[in-house]
RNA sequence: GGGCGCGUAGCUCAGCGGUAGAGCACUGCCUUCACACGGCAGGGGCCACAGGUUCAAUCCCUGUCGCGCCCACCA
């Protein structure tokens, strides 16, 4: 018997546990069933599971639970990536509080504790994605820096750079100076903030008392200026263009240059020109040829090495002593040194409160440096073409398809992928250094010293390039290194290309983008066929939940407090295309109880002997009632499947919370009772026979969003025998015959009782109150079927029996007009007459409206010249019997003034 | 500066050429033998604004206003 209360807490573990035990998440390459093949966007070995990890796998088990029920071979891909900064930067804190450094304990020690701590607590996220009911392929679990994926990463390196798609480069990369490292475009992120902007003056060589003046929020850099730039046509600066101007601080005499970066509308319009720290000053330091000296170091302080051989007295300038002093002060200490240096030469005219956008490190929150190194480069333009290409020809779909617009957007104009990183934790880059400057990029050391033994004639030296790969260059490799690449194994053969890929917008660029030129590139098919792109998801007023705001939802307290199916019934039904999710509790309470309903449902079948009934066919159901509510079913297993087949989520789930609730529950259950309370014989069967039926097509249209409630109703009422629903088959739609007749008999009736009710309800009549209903002007159909369903109408409509009215209605009655018939309730001891008045003139100016509203039409000739046929039908149909309403309901009300 | 998206019932959102919908919230009635995480009934909308196209516009087009996001931009 089941509980009496549904609690999902109960539940869940037992069910998870024994659905992973029993296999029934594995995929199997020798089964001959078509695959279906989703590969999960892998969490952070780091992470926790968070709301938007919740969105994300419910998505994905939805759709990959969905296909297994259809007979696919499905494969849902687990694992974590290693995130290199992230973890790093956590295990770097760790020892921290151990009072040890990265670089205290060395290379070798550090990786030995990061792997230490992702024995520890690496298993959190995978845990979690278990309590949320995620059917992945456990056993197929891999990790990015597993020895497989590693060897893929490795492999894809040395092809790639044999190819020349890899190369080294020096140039202005991002550098973040907390973590010492070069970062990509992608993993720097603009914020407003409020600074100054400065007005400095550069004296002009060999005028004295001349000066240039350029403003500046940056003054910190000057030390690296190497040139003044003004616009060639700027004409406040035209004499100036070939003379020189004399960097204070260091007396370095630099020249001005007419350049067309220079915007006459900006600052002064003559701009400083620091081509080693500043994307736009490097190319005019390009077109200029200037030096470029660096002046801050891997931490962001003041460096002067470069520039050590101009640090002598010179007249007017600082003294050198001064500039010697902001060796190795952090930029901006150093900045406001700079600005009171010179303050006291004169040589600061102007302050002025200002914001602007400054790029700062993703992970650190720090502003970025442009710094000039040598780097390890992606050709990522000409791998970006055939990917490109891709998505226009519609080998890869953005689903909501708005997305391919950023997309375009993004790869049309993309840069050079910067993919080396100064950390520690990651793939480290097959390259190892020889004499002369050699370099040979191999698969392994040895295969190295084998290639500089050819090159040298002897054996040499090698060191391998202290660098290690950025993240996602692995990341870009998921969807055939997780299935086996570079081996040919089966499972690649099976399941590449994957059916679709679910993922947030923040990360097309990041992942998806690369995903697509790396899979195209070494598998020559595109790594996926769909692209679902879901929003994010942000608390009840809309706001980006983060730590510092507290707004933050835990999903594990969710699923404890609700049920993990509610919780992912709520992520589904919110998931509209196109759209961020603003989660609200209470929504996710009604979740709740929309479980808990399908649960006493099913608790009521158990309770009337509706069981199982396996072989029971619903083409021989005769009732109405059976045909009605099949016919039902199959409409909501119709709908199921076009909302799921086209990611409609949303669609999904509101059409099963429809027909469980309001077509199941409140109305054939409750036209069931009387039959189920009747005698035993073959209408009483046909009834159980279709309740089980379609409580088992509900079960299965639901386990795809609601895992665990529907496998124990599916197990406690043996519809599958020993079997899971996990792999139960979806359900057919075959159609019900004469459905059309059922629709219009059971239709009929839930429209009497539902006028009836609403007359009651509006006159203040009690439930307890029972009545007669006389009928008037019905037809010999009408009363027929009033007859065969007086059982249901005298318990839902609280009427007693149903007579046809002999003569005049009698005074004090309450009237339902339905169609061409009047009902009336005789209730002249309870009802208040000037409520029934109101309420039937009421519904005579709503019909009055309408009918208004069609003659209108009709009057306008060219609406009749130019609507559609069928338009003007359906208008002509609605007008009649607007007509005849409102006849019948001025008769009801002459009925009343009597 | 460039681009994208969104303004529909109190809230969160579907709909997107011809009767304006759902869930929750709200109001009233009901502890009726699955369920009060329930049942029944009900109130509530110039579909942001202004033009245009159309026989017909919440829906298509243009513009305005408001909100959000992405990209670029340290003078």
Redesign the pocket.
């Known amino acids: 018997m089941l509980d ?3 609690d999902p807490a109960s539940l869940e573990a037992r069910l998870y546990a024994a659905a992973e035990a029993s296999g029934a998440f594995n995929a199997d390459p020798a089964r001959a069933a078509r695959p279906f093949t989703i590969v999960i966007p892998p969490p952070n070995v780091t992470g926790s599971l968070h709301i938007g990890h919740a969105l994300n796998n419910t998505l994905q088990d939805v759709l990959v639970r969905y296909r297994r029920m259809q007979g696919r071979d499905a494969l849902w891909m687990p694992g974590t990536d290693h995130a290199g900064i992230a973890t790093q930067m956590v295990v770097e804190r760790l020892i921290g509080t151990e009072g040890q450094t990265r670089k205290g304990l060395g290379r070798e020690a550090f990786l030995q504790r990061i792997w230490e701590w992702k024995a520890e607590s690496g298993g959190t996220i995978t845990r979690q994605l278990r309590r949320l009911g995620a059917s992945l392929d456990w056993p197929r679990e891999r990790f990015t820096m597993d020895e497989g994926l590693s060897k893929a990463v490795i492999e894809v390196f040395v092809r790639l750079h044999k190819e020349g798609l890899i190369y080294r480069d020096t140039r202005l990369v991002n550098w973040d100076p907390v973590f010492q490292t070069a970062i990509s ?2 993993e ?3 914020r407003e ?1 409020k ?1 100054h ?1 400065w007005t400095l003056r550069y004296p002009v060589e060999g005028e004295p008392g001349r000066f240039i003046e ?5 003054p910190e850099t000057m030390l690296g200026d190497m040139a003044v ?1 003004v ?1 060639p046509k700027d004409a406040r600066f035209a004499d100036l263009v070939g003379k020189r101007a004399i960097l204070p601080l260091t007396g370095r005499l630099i020249p001005i240059v007419a350049d067309e ?4 509308e ?6 400083k020109i620091t081509p080693a720290h ?3 000053d490097y190319g005019v330091g390009r077109r200029h040829e200037l030096p470029m000296p660096s002046v801050l170091d891997a931490e962001a302080r003041i460096w002067l090495e470069d520039i050590a051989a101009e640090l002598r007295a010179v007249d007017g300038v600082a003294d050198p002593q001064f500039v010697r002093g902001l060796a190795g002060q952090d930029r901006f200490v150093a900045r406001k040194a700079i600005l009171a240096e010179l303050e006291r030469l004169e040589l600061l005219v102007g302050a002025e409160p ?1 914001s ?4 700062h490190g993703d992970r650190s929150g720090v ?4 710094r000039l190194t040598l780097q390890w480069y992606c050709d990522a333009a000409t791998l970006a073409k055939p990917a490109i290409e891709a998505v226009e020809t519609g080998k890869t779909e953005f689903v909501p398809k ?1 997305w391919e ?2 997309f375009f ?2 790869m049309r ?1 993309i840069q050079p992928w910067c993919i080396s990183r100064q950390l520690w934790w990651g793939h480290r880059i097959p390259c190892w250094y020889g004499p002369e400057g050699s370099l040979f990029v191999e698969r392994d050391e040895a295969a190295a010293m084998a290639a500089a033994r050819q090159k040298f004639g002897r054996d040499v030296e090698l060191t391998r390039d202290e660098d290690v790969l950025d993240t996602w260059f692995s990341s870009a490799l998921w969807p055939f290194s997780t299935l086996g690449w570079p081996e040919s194994t089966a499972e690649l053969k099976k399941h590449y290309p994957t059916d679709v890929l679910v993922t947030g ?2 990360i097309i ?1 990041f992942w998806v983008a690369r995903m697509m030129m790396m899979g195209i590139h070494f598998m020559g098919e595109v790594p996926f066929k769909h692209v679902v792109i879901h929003g994010l998801v ?1 608390d ?3 706001a ?1 939940m983060s730590k510092s705001k507290g707004n933050v939802l835990d999903p594990l307290e969710l699923i404890d407090a609700n049920g993990a199916d509610a919780v992912r019934f709520t992520l589904c039904a ?1 998931a ?7 989660l ?1 509790k ?2 996710m ?9 399908l649960w ?2 099913a ?2 079948c158990e ?2 002997g509706i069981a199982a009934q396996p072989g029971w066919d619903p083409a021989t159901a005769q009732t109405p009632l059976a045909r009605w509510i099949l016919d039902g079913a199959n409409a909501a297993t119709v709908e199921a499947g076009v909302a799921l087949d086209a990611f409609r989520f ?2 999904y789930a ?1 059409a099963l ?2 027909f469980t ?2 077509s199941f ?3 054939f ?2 036209f069931a ?1 009387p039959v189920l ?1 009747g005698p035993d014989g073959p209408e009483k069967d046909e009834v159980k026979g279709a309740a089980q039926h379609v409580l088992g097509v509900i079960l299965r249209l639901l386990h795809p969003v609601m895992p665990f409630v529907t496998e124990e109703l599916w197990t406690q009422l043996s519809y599958g025998g020993e079997a899971s629903l996990i792999r139960a088959a979806w359900p057919d739609a075959a159609p019900v015959q004469r459905a059309e007749a059922a629709r219009a008999e059971l239709d009929g009736v839930v429209r009497l ?2 006028e009836v ?2 007359v ?3 006159v ?1 009549v ?3 109150i029972k009545t007669r209903l006389l009928v008037q002007g019905a037809s010999p159909e009408t009363m027929a079927r009033a007859g065969r369903w007086i059982d249901a109408i005298q ?2 409509a609280r009427v007693t029996e149903i007579e046809t009215l002999e003569g005049a209605a009698p005074s004090g009655v309450v009237q339902a007009v339905i169609g061409e018939a009047t009902f009336m309730l005789p209730l002249a001891d309870v009802i208040d007459l000037g409520a029934e008045r109101a309420r039937l003139l ?1 519904a005579r100016g709503v019909a009055a409206q ?1 009918i208004a ?1 069609i003659e209108k ?1 009709f009057g ?1 000739a ?2 009749m ?4 046929e069928e ?1 003007i039908e ?2 002509r149909d ?1 007008l009649e019997s607007f007509t005849a309403e409102i006849a019948r309901l001025d008769a009801a009300l002459a009925r009343i003034a009597n």
């Open positions: 009496k209360a549904f475009d992608l720097v992120e603009s903030q600074g902007i350029v403003a500046t929020t940056r730039a616009h970066y220079s915007d006459p900006k600052g002064t319009g003559a701009v500043d994307f736009n200002h602007n956008m400054v790029p502003p970025i440096e442009p708005q617009n950023t957007a993004w104009d917008f923040d660029f942000r009840e007023k809309g980006k919110l509209s295309p196109g759209r961020d999710i603003k609200s209470q929504r309470e009604g979740y709740r109880a929309f479980a808990t309903k006493n449902a608790r009521f309770m009337n949303d669609e509101a919370y429809r609730w309001n529950c409140d109305w259950l409750e009772k309370n009782i539902s009710r609403a009651r309800a509006e203040n009690a439930p307890s318990r839902l009421k309408e509203k039409k306008n060219e609406f010249a130019k609507a559609k338009v359906e208008n609605r």
